[in-house]
């Protein structure tokens, strides 16, 4: 897998996302050999504006995923995950937790449309994960 993470990130959490992210997609059946996934550590300000860009919501979140629907043949580039850590330390929330959270997104699962999967899904990833 290859696995490209950016922005202001201690490295005790950028060596967790570097072992949890293909482990996360192989409890969900997919395989990473050729995949590409890029993270990035945005600050409250940087996550806000994405937001309101895209989602047309004025405020910073915790999470943002972005599904990369058209690649190169050469490179399997499944999307980017925008990750705000003082949000995600405000909603006490983990940041492996948020790494889950966009990358079910990205394999197309929503918590809004299908509640049941997802719980589904992130309870596959907890249970396989010792969580």
């Known amino acids: 897998m290859k696995l490209e993470i950016s922005g202001d990130i201690d490295l ?45 919501i004025d405020k910073a979140t915790d999470v943002l995923s972005f599904p990369q629907t058209q690649f190169p043949v050469t490179v399997n580039s499944i999307g980017t995950i925008f990750i705000c850590p003082e949000v995600a330390e405000t909603e006490k929330i983990e940041i492996i937790e948020l790494l889950k959270h966009g990358i079910l997104h990205l394999l197309g699962f929503d918590h809004e449309s299908n509640h049941e999967e997802w719980i589904q899904k992130a309870a596959i990833i907890n249970h396989n994960m010792g969580l």
């Open 12 to 56: 005790a959490t950028k060596k967790e996302i570097q072992v949890s992210a293909p482990e996360i997609f192989n409890k969900l059946g997919q395989k990473t050999s050729n995949l590409h996934l890029e993270v990035v550590f945005s600050s409250p300000e940087e996550i806000r504006q994405i937001n309101h860009k895209y989602r047309k």
